[in-house]
């Protein structure tokens, strides 16, 4: 929507570069209240995956209305981004980036492979601590837009890789946000198909992780690598 109303970020928001110019009104999951009580902000937007009741309920305390951001799915997404809009009077710019996620998932879908291949998500740690989405996340939705099946555990975050339940499902491409390096080192790992068939691939590790601007080119980078051997 319109930037130029955009008052605080967290400090882990970075993306578009611009949004580095202003203030941190949050680090890690602790918000400043005074700094946002100073700003006298109409609207507050949270992920309350990393903000918990009492952190919202000390914001509204203010003053200060606040909005839920949590989608599950790309569909999710999509409405919540409608929800937006009106919320910040940009229905326009908000439905601009609505559409885009719409029709990358459509390209997606029209340019899958005809066996889709299986994929996991893997966030990967120091000591061979990685991380998986789980199979019924946000992320597991998103690679099934993009063309994918996903595979990993019953669960709608990432979690704690279980490396011997991974080897069972043998993904053919394990998509790995951040280096490949561990992933590809680690030998619990080493006789499953996609390691095997270098099938290894990198992504960008915010716009794997992150539920908000760059969920478009999420889809469409997922769907070439998909697509590319």
Not at 97 to 118: G, N, S
Not at 162 to 169: D, F, R
Request: glycine share 8%; hydrophobic share 40%.
């Amino acid at each position: 929507g319109p930037f130029e109303h955009l008052q605080g970020r967290t400090g882990s928001c970075h993306w578009q570069s611009f949004i580095g110019d202003l203030p941190v009104v949050g680090s890690q999951t602790k918000p400043n209240y005074e700094m946002i009580a100073s700003m006298k902000a109409d609207l507050v937007v949270y992920d309350p995956q990393l903000y918990g009741e009492d952190e919202i309920a000390k914001i509204e305390q203010l003053g200060i209305k606040t909005m839920v951001w949590d989608p599950k799915t790309i569909d999710d997404m999509i409405e919540q981004i409608h929800q937006m809009g009106a919320a910040t009077r940009s229905e326009l710019k908000s439905s601009e980036y609505a559409d885009k996620i719409y029709l990358a998932r459509q390209r997606a879908q029209a340019e899958a492979p005809e066996v889709r291949p299986t994929v996991a998500l893997i966030l990967p740690g120091q000591g061979g601590e990685h991380m998986i989405a789980g199979a019924v996340s946000f992320q597991a939705d998103a690679l099934a837009a993009s063309g994918g099946k996903p595979v990993g555990p019953d669960a709608d975050r990432f979690v704690p890789l279980n490396a011997e339940a991974l080897v069972s499902q043998n993904p053919d491409v394990i998509l790995v946000a951040g280096s490949n390096k561990s992933v590809l080192e680690d030998p619990r790992l080493a006789s499953i198909a996609a390691v095997k068939n270098g099938r290894v691939e990198e992504i960008t590790a915010d716009a794997a992780l992150r539920r908000g601007g760059r969920v478009d080119l999420f889809i469409d980078a997922v769907s070439v690598m998909l697509r590319s051997k």
